[in-house]
Nanobody, 122 residues
Framework: QVQLVESGGGLVPPGGSLRLSCAASGNSFRLNVMAWYRQVPGKQRELVAVLGSGGTTNYADSVKGRFTIFRDNAKNTVYLQMNSLKPEDTAIYFC????????????????WGQGTQVTVSS
């Protein structure tokens, strides 16, 4: 079974930067589509960025030009580089990936990371 471990959250002042990581571990798999979401208590989870298998990216309007999603296939890791952070970026950030198991390539499944808190405050 593939598992995800997130890291990189924390407290940062407005205008600062953080890089979130989401590392997958397990056996005999590859990762397809990868995404980052965020959630504020009492609100719905919001899609922040998506990285397609072909390398295409899409971003929420609120983060375009400030956030970058990218991956390191050798490390089975997806990252979210967040620059020019604003207080409204404060949320719990979750990664989500589509896993393709080599033993069942026609049955991809999705898994979530445990979430990491990002707080933007002076």
């Amino acid at each position: 079974q593939v598992q995800l471990v997130e890291s990189g959250g924390g407290l940062v002042p407005p205008g600062g930067s953080l890089r979130l990581s989401c590392a997958a571990s397990g056996n005999s798999f590859r990762l397809n589509v990868m995404a980052w979401y965020r959630q504020v208590p009492g609100k719905q989870r919001e899609l922040v960025a998506v990285l397609g298998s072909g390398g295409t990216t899409n971003y929420a309007d609120s983060v375009k030009g400030r956030f970058t999603i990218f991956r390191d296939n050798a490390k089975n890791t997806v990252y979210l580089q967040m620059n020019s952070l604003k207080p409204e970026d404060t949320a719990i950030y979750f990664c989500e990936v589509e896993v393709i198991s080599y033993s069942a390539p026609l049955s991809p499944y999705h898994i979530w990371g445990q979430g990491t808190q990002v707080t933007v405050s002076s």
